[in-house]
């Protein structure tokens, strides 16, 4: 185990690569998902308002 | 064609996507096991690299995905100034953010892997530079598209500027054959056949196919709400908003 997280002495490189590659594409994942509640929200509190202007 | 038609639709493109995302999903994340144990744990030692050359298992596909994302891109552009289709519109611009990622994440593991084998972080050679510029590209597209405040005229913007930009990708995919560079020339062809250990060669085509997929998925995503965005005063994004629709 320690010898596979050691990658021949290449792990610094190796392993920033692949925990760029998971945090990035993470990235990709959470922000539409924000994006759409603030979104939505943002809608659905226009609503509110011109029902209660009416 | 009526698929087509209905896709065309952006309110059937937020329904249709909306059943295709968990689907996308999980063949991604599938295929990313899938890849990252065979190219972590199944495939060998590269004679020459060591260790290191796994970076290409991440590398590669993410350098292939900003070329085809790029690509895609271009595409729409040309549909959208063709036939103002908007849907078009909305496919561009939902995908320069994932495309700007994969590209930085194809330059930084390609320094990560350039730095232990070729002893520097970066060179100014043509395959670097090129990849660069397609970068630079896709974050000229989102600030283009950020600063035009009508969406109809920004998308027709960002769509000359996606046409134009297009004759990077043949600049990129031939820049070692045509410039003396430091960078390895292509191992994976289509055509020819490639130079590569079959344990090597799967795992790098399975990622691929799992980053195809991601992307599939995160475009979705993002086109959803650039729907829900632009359609924001349509009755069917209002009873979605006031939780009567999903």
Redesign the interface.
């Given at each position: 185990m320690s010898e596979?997280l050691h990658?021949?002495?290449?792990a610094f490189?190796?392993w920033?690569?692949?925990g760029?590659?998971f945090v990035?594409?993470l990235?990709?994942?959470v922000s539409?998902?924000i994006?759409?509640k603030r979104?939505?929200a943002g809608?659905?509190r226009?609503?509110r308002r011109e029902r209660r202007e009416k | 064609m009526r698929f087509y038609h209905r896709l065309a639709s952006p309110r059937h493109f937020y329904q249709i996507a909306g059943q295709w995302i968990p689907w996308l999903g999980a063949i991604s994340l599938i295929l990313l096991a899938w890849g990252l144990y065979e190219g972590l744990l199944v495939a060998p030692t590269d004679y020459q690299q060591g260790e290191s050359y796994r970076i290409i298992f991440i590398h590669v596909p993410a350098a292939w995905m900003s070329m085809f994302i790029y690509l895609i891109m271009a595409i729409a552009g040309a549909i959208n100034l063709v036939w103002r289709m908007k849907m078009a519109e909305v496919v561009l611009v939902s995908s320069a953010p994932i495309g700007a990622v994969f590209a930085f994440l194809a330059l930084v593991t390609g320094s990560l892997w350039g730095k232990p084998m070729w002893g520097t972080w970066w060179v100014w050679d043509a395959r670097l530079t090129s990849e660069l510029f397609l970068l630079f590209l896709y974050l000229g597209i989102i600030a283009l598209h950020g600063a035009i405040e009508d969406k109809r005229t920004a998308g027709r913007a960002v769509s000359i500027l996606a046409l134009v930009g297009v004759i990077n990708l043949p600049i990129i995919h031939f820049s070692v054959e045509w410039w003396n560079t430091l960078h390895q020339g292509s191992t994976v062809s289509v055509m020819g056949g490639s130079k590569m250990d079959s344990r090597m060669l799967r795992p790098l085509l399975i990622m691929s196919f799992a980053f195809k997929f991601y992307y599939g998925m995160i475009l979705f995503m993002r086109a959803r709400n650039e729907v829900l965005d632009r359609e924001r005063n349509t009755s069917w994004v209002r009873q979605i908003a006031e939780g009567k629709a999903s």
């Open positions: 596979f990658m021949g002495g290449y490189y190796v920033t690569s692949y760029l590659a990035l594409m990235a990709l994942f539409p998902m994006e759409k979104l939505i809608i659905a226009k609503l | -």
